[in-house]
């Protein structure tokens, strides 16, 4: 092979590797040659040497390898000390000297030259050097006469160097191959690793960089965690870059953004032509494109800035920018992660950062911003301001972390109306309902008017909080006339008026603070009438676009709502996995008074499950005392009733129902469709045998315009207390009614009423007749009877209550007391207590003969 100057070949490490491997083989075979493998840090220069060493010594190969160091470029022949290492080479050659003074110099580098020459030609020898430009001077004179005898034997030189040092080396001007190392392609990074997409993932991050390639790919394979491999491969990538390509690239780094060549420079510390050399090698490297690193490799360089450093390089970032006039919300960046604020100019802008960025939702970096405003202001009126903002922006995701703010803002002595409505709204939460009248007053009569929206939207939240809301606004206003409309459901139960200005509202209010009741209402005014699917769809989708905003709080409530709405639809299980996940989104303090909601729709969902011991579990959670004047308390109240009712407590359930009665009249309030408290007196009563009082209740609950739901409730009482014979009747207009109101829990209920009856009178009536008819052709054992035991006046007087014949069946299933007991929800001795009438009335001494005598009457059925 004639001798080459200087051909260049551009070549991945993979590549180059293949293209050495065919060079070794060409030695091996008596061929000499010289290769200089250029490349920058980290471009696989070091990797691709180790392998090809490797490889030599495979074929068999005398290979000598050293390798160049900064701190050891003045140890003469220090390069030559380690090529003589090796334990392959002659006690002849290891035992000359690797270097001297003067003219004994000459004659050590000419004797070893001439020893390694003799050497390969008799066996193939490989020299591979790497960091050539570290080499001292001695070294590098032995390693220049190798080059030039390198042709005439089996002597191949591998010298690795460094970008920017191959135009200047004196190697370059003897016969000699270049190989320049290029970044690992997609194609290469598939041979070393599988995956659909994943080499292609991994050169978007590393932009094909040897050395994160490799990270990225061992971190593939489970030997390591895939974000710190990466970290620890761009730091180990910077600390061999060294000054100032290290300083650059952290300037770069922390500004992120309007990164220019001045400012990386200013926040570098570096000169300005230093700062675009080092930029254009970090661009080679993988690490950056055009002036922004790559977002996995920026992370990585901020996070390996310690103390002084991070903090001194963000201040002169937040400077820089601050200077150049780029947004609050940019510098305040810098400040917050350098945790300093000492600037004059420095609070002003965090403030302005902080509600800058809220109107995109971020409220962590807005409350960041604030908190570390509140840490330098000094004047009273900056610490007010910031702790009014605060207020504001905890609420969505802490409300009770935001009492605190919310004392400042009523102790205030001026009030904007931002501040107002802030004060307004936090209060609703709170319970606070003189600091919301107040506030809302205060807001309808400042200078500057409320814009009719928000008022709109304030007045929907105290009919959802308190069922009125007090206003003075223009009648005339649409926003207004919409609200009342769409309030009016609370009284009325859905309509078409309220379900088309529920449209409206859903439509024309985006989801906010103060829009968060408003946008309930309507989805309960759909709901009501009869238009689940509109309400689910709608609760959903504002759902999901408070979770994506990052406010847990209007998460948390809308989803309560959406577990009511599940159960209006009969969906039990759904309604308490729903409603479980909406309860636990806050803790109690953080729900306020809302929490009445999650635990009503809880407390139902489970009664109508029959699942008492998780109903009894709610009644455990704590409610605000402000809670109980709201209507979510009375509410909660009219759940905790009905669960009484079904656990055969009925004075308890009396005793809550009432207590619903007395909150509404005394608040004068009337809301049948939404708390018919007389339909479940009515109901409470009839569970209780006061079958007049619950007759009356029902009736007076009727009389006037009433909404389908309370209808429906008062024919199912009157059908329940009244006449056997119009009973079906009844029952068939309440299921009418509940279906009508989009209540299909309710109508599911009246639905298994009626069946209920209808099988209970036929097993009466069969267990009447098994008493009393003569048993002719059966035997039976015989059973000890009561000596005296009064006849019934008439067959309807021995069929058992509901009460008693749910205790007789589960009897005759073998439960035991206990089990039924805790089955029913009530007291062993209640159980006794039934079944001893039970006895008396059928004329039965015990369990065996009960379950003889439903045997019979299930068989004459």
């Not at 080459?4 to 590797?17: D, H, K, M, S, T």
């Not at 220090?78 to 004659?107: F, H, K, M, N, R």
């Not at 005439?152 to 970008?163: I, Q």
């Not at 601050?322 to 000492?342: F, K, M």
Request: glycine share 8%; proline share 5%.
């Amino acid at each position: 092979m004639g001798a080459i100057w200087g051909q260049n070949r551009r070549e991945n490490p993979q590549g180059a590797l293949a293209f050495l491997e065919d060079l070794l083989i060409e030695c091996d075979a008596g061929t000499g040659e010289t290769v200089l493998v250029g490349g920058g840090p980290a471009s696989g220069k070091t990797h691709l040497q180790h392998q090809v060493v490797v490889r030599a010594k495979e074929l068999g190969i005398v290979t000598l390898a050293a390798a160049g160091a900064a701190d050891e470029r003045g140890v003469d022949g220090g390069v030559i000390d380690q090529l003589l290492a090796s334990p392959l080479l002659p006690p002849s050659l290891t035992g000359l000297p690797a270097g001297g003074d003067g003219a004994d110099t000459d004659e050590r580098i000419a004797a070893l030259c001439s020893a390694i020459h003799r050497l390969a030609r008799e066996r193939a020898v490989l020299v591979a050097v790497d960091d050539l430009h570290h080499v001292d001077e001695t070294s590098a004179r032995l390693l220049l006469r190798l080059q030039r005898r390198a042709p005439s034997a089996a002597l191949l030189l591998v010298l690795n160097h460094t970008d920017g040092s191959y135009a200047d080396s004196p190697f370059t001007s003897l016969p000699h191959r270049h190989v320049e190392l290029t970044p690992l392609s997609v194609q290469a990074i598939a041979e070393l690793v599988e995956g659909e997409g994943l080499p292609e993932r991994i050169h978007e991050l590393s932009a094909g960089n040897p050395l994160l390639v490799r990270a990225l790919v061992d971190a593939h394979r489970g030997s390591a965690d895939t974000g710190s491999a990466y970290s620890e491969a761009v730091q180990r990538l910077l600390h061999r870059y060294g000054s100032p390509l290290r300083e650059v690239a952290t300037a770069i780094a922390v500004l992120d953004s309007d990164v220019t060549t001045e400012a990386v420079a200013i926040v570098a510390g570096v000169d300005p032509l230093e700062a675009e050399t080092s930029t254009g090698r970090l661009a080679e490297a993988g690490l950056v494109a055009g002036f922004r690193f790559r977002p996995p490799a920026a992370a990585a360089v901020v996070c390996g800035l310690r103390g002084p450093e991070k903090v001194r390089l963000h201040v002169r970032a937040a400077e820089v920018k601050h200077a150049r006039g780029l947004s609050p919300a940019e510098v305040a960046r810098h400040l917050v992660a350098a945790g300093e604020a000492e600037a004059d100019w420095a609070l002003p802008v965090l403030v302005a950062a902080a509600e800058q960025v809220m109107l995109g939702d971020d409220i962590d970096f807005a409350t960041r911003c604030l908190k570390l405003a509140a840490s330098v202001s000094t004047a009273r009126w900056e610490q007010q301001t910031i702790s009014q903002l605060l207020a504001k922006i905890t609420w969505r995701v802490n409300p009770a972390a935001a009492a605190p703010h919310l004392r400042s803002l009523r102790e205030a002595g001026s009030l904007d109306s931002s501040d107002r409505i802030g004060l307004a709204r936090q209060s609703l939460w709170l319970g606070d309902r003189d600091t919301f009248e107040r506030s809302f007053a205060a807001l309808e009569h400042d200078v500057e008017p409320l814009d009719p929206r928000t008022s709109a939207e304030l007045v929907l939240a105290g009919y959802w909080h308190y069922g009125v809301s007090t206003t003075t606004a223009e009648p005339g206003d649409p926003w207004l006339h919409t609200a009342t409309s769409l309030a009016a459901m609370w009284r009325t139960g859905g309509t078409e008026t309220t379900s088309a200005c529920a449209e409206r509202i859903l439509q024309n209010c985006r989801l906010s603070d103060t829009s968060l009741e408003a946008l309930a209402t309507a989805i309960l005014a759909l709901a009501h009438d009869d238009k689940a699917d509109r309400a689910e769809g709608w609760c959903t989708s504002l759902s999901e676009e408070a979770e994506y905003r990052g406010a847990i709080t209007w998460k948390a409530m809308l989803d309560a709502i959406g577990a009511s709405l599940r159960l209006r639809r009969g969906d039990v299980p759904g309604a308490v996995d729903l409603g479980t996940r909406a309860l636990g989104m806050l803790d109690a303090p953080n729900w306020g008074v809302a929490i009445s909601y999650p635990l009503a729709t809880l407390l139902i969902a489970h009664t109508a499950a029959g699942a008492f011991k998780d109903a009894a579990a709610i009644l455990r959670h704590p409610l605000p005392d402000a809670a109980w004047g709201t209507l979510g308390g009375v509410r909660y109240l009219r759940a905790r009733g009905h669960f009484h009712l079904a656990t055969n407590r009925g004075l308890a359930a009396v005793s809550d129902l009432q207590q619903c009665r007395r909150i509404l009249h005394e608040q004068d309030l009337e809301l049948p469709a939404v708390l018919p408290w007389q339909a479940d007196l009515a109901e409470a009563n009839l569970g209780l045998g006061n079958t007049a009082i619950a007759v009356e209740l029902a009736r007076q609950s009727l009389a006037g315009p009433v909404d389908a739901y309370s209808r429906g409730s008062a024919l199912r009482v009157l059908a329940l207390a009244g006449d056997a014979a119009a009973r079906p009747g009844l029952l068939n207009r309440a299921a009418e009614a509940f279906k009508a109101s989009g209540d299909r829990l309710e109508l599911a209920k009246t639905m298994r009423t009626i069946n209920h009856l209808s099988q209970r009178a036929e097993r009466a009536g069969s267990l009447v007749k098994a008493v009393h008819v003569p048993r002719q052709g059966r035997s039976r054992p015989a059973v000890p009877r009561p000596v005296a035991r009064p006849e019934p006046a008439s067959p309807s007087a021995s069929v058992l209550s509901e009460a008693e014949l749910r205790v007789a069946e589960l009897a005759v299933e073998g439960r035991t007391n206990r089990q039924i007991a805790e089955t029913l929800y009530i007291t062993v001795s209640t159980v006794e207590q039934h079944l001893t009438r039970v006895y008396r009335k059928l004329g039965v001494a015990g369990r065996a003969a009960l379950a003889g005598e439903f045997a019979d009457a299930e068989g004459g059925q």
